[in-house]
């Protein structure tokens, strides 16, 4: 599924991504900005922005079939919870994305780093059939994929790490690890990961001692 500019560059040229890995084309794409055009499928990586979830979820609903899996991997701690109302509990896993990317340009995709993997699993924490075999797809394409048994605490480390550090390195314009070693700004980062840490469900605290590592770097 894409949509616009990006959507029509994939058509003409196909889907480009350029990394650290090295350069993967697919051409041609099988992709549309119609699901009913697709019909039921078998996974959906939901990757939109976090505003876009209720939108975005109603769109998809014509890729829902009695079996399909839908994991969400927006930045926060909640897109599971308000996907589900949609498209139905018992479709939608939790999901953590660890990947830095972006949209060069309309059909061409750069990603940096050496984190590309996702972190899944049932709310519930079951280890259930269906996952695992997600788990073993996604390794055998080559993605990290990490199979979870507290997805909703993973999902809480990430979004801690983040509100430490996301903010300081927008008001300051510089990258996390300057924000990390200046000690100024990372007294202010370990002060809003504690802050945050506070503000996690009693089954993210056990997780804060982890965060706060993670904070402070090596």
């Given at each position: 599924?894409?949509?616009?500019?990006h959507?029509?560059?994939?058509h003409?040229n196909?889907?480009r991504v350029?990394?650290?890995?090295g350069?993967t084309?697919?051409?041609?794409?099988?992709a549309?900005?119609?699901?009913?055009?697709?019909?039921?499928v078998d996974l959906?990586?939901?990757?939109?922005?976090?505003?876009?979830?209720?939108?975005?979820g109603t769109?998809?609903?014509?890729l829902i079939?009695?079996?399909?899996?839908?994991i969400?991997?927006?930045?926060?701690?909640?897109?599971t919870e308000?996907?589900?109302p949609?498209l139905?509990?018992?479709?939608v896993?939790?999901?953590?994305?660890?990947?830095?990317?972006?949209?060069?340009?309309?059909?061409v995709?750069?990603?940096t780093?050496t984190?590309?993997g996702?972190?899944?699993?049932?709310l519930?924490g079951?280890?259930?059939?269906r996952?695992?075999r997600i788990?073993d797809?996604?390794?055998?394409a080559?993605?990290?994929?990490?199979l979870?048994d507290?997805?909703e605490r993973?999902?809480?480390?990430k979004f801690?790490?983040?509100?430490?550090?996301?903010?300081?390195?927008?008001?300051?314009r510089?990258p996390i690890g300057d924000?990390?070693d200046?000690p100024?700004?990372?007294h202010c980062?370990m002060?809003?990961?504690k802050?945050?840490s506070m503000s996690a469900a009693?089954v993210?605290f056990?997780?804060?001692?982890?965060?706060?590592?993670?904070c402070?770097g090596?």
């Amino acid at each position: 599924m894409a949509r616009g500019a990006h959507l029509t560059a994939m058509h003409a040229n196909g889907l480009r991504v350029e990394g650290d890995r090295g350069e993967t084309v697919i051409r041609p794409v099988q992709a549309t900005d119609d699901p009913a055009a697709l019909g039921p499928v078998d996974l959906v990586l939901f990757c939109v922005k976090l505003w876009d979830v209720e939108s975005a979820g109603t769109h998809i609903r014509p890729l829902i079939g009695g079996e399909t899996v839908v994991i969400p991997l927006q930045n926060g701690v909640d897109a599971t919870e308000r996907l589900a109302p949609i498209l139905g509990a018992a479709h939608v896993l939790g999901g953590v994305a660890l990947v830095t990317g972006s949209i060069v340009a309309p059909g061409v995709v750069r990603q940096t780093g050496t984190h590309h993997g996702m972190i899944f699993g049932e709310l519930d924490g079951q280890i259930t059939p269906r996952v695992e075999r997600i788990r073993d797809i996604c390794r055998a394409a080559g993605i990290d994929a990490v199979l979870s048994d507290n997805i909703e605490r993973a999902r809480w480390q990430k979004f801690i790490g983040l509100a430490a550090v996301s903010g300081l390195c927008a008001l300051t314009r510089r990258p996390i690890g300057d924000v990390r070693d200046d000690p100024d700004l990372g007294h202010c980062s370990m002060t809003q990961c504690k802050r945050s840490s506070m503000s996690a469900a009693p089954v993210a605290f056990s997780s804060r001692r982890t965060c706060f590592c993670r904070c402070r770097g090596p």
